[in-house]
């Protein structure tokens, strides 16, 4: 079985960090005139936030530009995590993380998220939770299409999987957690089961009624 978790008001809160990293490294960069105003962050896929961004802002979406970015806004959010309060574990994270990886050698787990590499594993870091306890680890920018949707990024994670392991896992032994009707969809399409969790924007009945198989608060 394979479980792979959202990060972002799944596994943990950052309090908007994210969000204001992104914007204080566009300006930095590009100016005043970047910004994220009408811009929807919960569980969208970082390269497709910065691609949004930079088209309110004007700026060309190139290669230079997006890798100028990146750096700028790891640097910042690096910064930014330093401060008490910045963020944590949701509640009954790490003890559920613990018993999983103690009690269940049978369950894979892995991560399926919208951040960046370098930036996901330091919010995760910044709150207690260790990258390398999750042996499959999918990113916001994995997606082999362009343009990304997060639907893409299951069918990373089984690659992850079988290579990992040497063998297939079944679609149906394949649970995706997250706070997000993003999250159910990426599950449904790709034939896995899905857990909402209300711990984000959206409520239990809104997460059933995108598909998830079960909600809890």
């Known amino acids: 079985?394979?479980?792979?978790?959202?990060?972002?008001?799944?596994?943990?809160?950052?309090?908007?960090?994210?969000?204001?990293?992104?914007?204080?490294?566009?300006?930095?960069?590009?100016?005043?005139?970047?910004?994220?105003?009408?811009?929807?962050f919960a569980g969208r896929l970082d390269p497709?936030?910065?691609?949004?961004?930079?088209?309110?802002?004007?700026?060309?979406?190139?290669?230079?530009?997006?890798?100028a970015f990146r750096a700028e806004y790891h640097a910042r959010i690096g910064e930014a995590l330093k401060k008490p309060g910045s963020g944590g574990?949701?509640?009954?994270v790490m003890p559920l993380l613990d018993r999983l990886r103690r009690d269940h050698a049978q369950i894979t787990l892995g991560l399926?998220?919208?951040?960046?590499?370098?930036?996901?594993?330091?919010?995760?870091?910044?709150?207690?939770?260790?990258?390398?306890?999750?042996?499959?680890?999918?990113?916001?920018?994995?997606?082999?299409?362009?343009?990304?949707?997060?639907?893409h990024l299951p069918a990373v994670g089984f690659g992850c999987y079988r290579t990992l392991h040497g063998r297939d896992v079944a679609c149906e032994h394949v649970t995706i957690v997250g706070d997000t009707p993003h999250d159910v969809s990426a599950a449904l399409e790709n034939g896995c089961r899905c857990l909402g969790v209300a711990t984000g924007a959206f409520k239990v009945e809104e997460l059933l009624s995108a598909g998830a198989h079960h909600a809890i608060e």
Not at 14 to 20: A, C, K, L, Y
Not at 89 to 92: H, K, Q, V
Request: glycine fraction near 10%; charge should be negative; include cysteine.
């Open 1 to 40: 079985m394979l479980i792979l978790f959202d990060i972002d008001a799944t596994l943990l809160t950052t309090q908007g960090v994210g969000m204001r990293s992104m914007v204080d490294a566009g300006r930095s960069l590009f100016g005043e005139k970047f910004h994220a105003e009408g811009v929807s």
């Open 112 to 151: 399926l998220t919208g951040n960046f590499e370098e930036t996901g594993s330091l919010k995760l870091k910044a709150c207690g939770i260790d990258p390398q306890w999750f042996a499959v680890r999918v990113w916001g920018d994995q997606s082999p299409h362009d343009p990304p949707r997060r639907e």
């Open 48 to 67: 497709l936030l910065i691609r949004e961004m930079f088209e309110l802002a004007g700026v060309p979406f190139t290669p230079a530009n997006v890798s």
């Open 89 to 92: 574990a949701l509640p009954g």
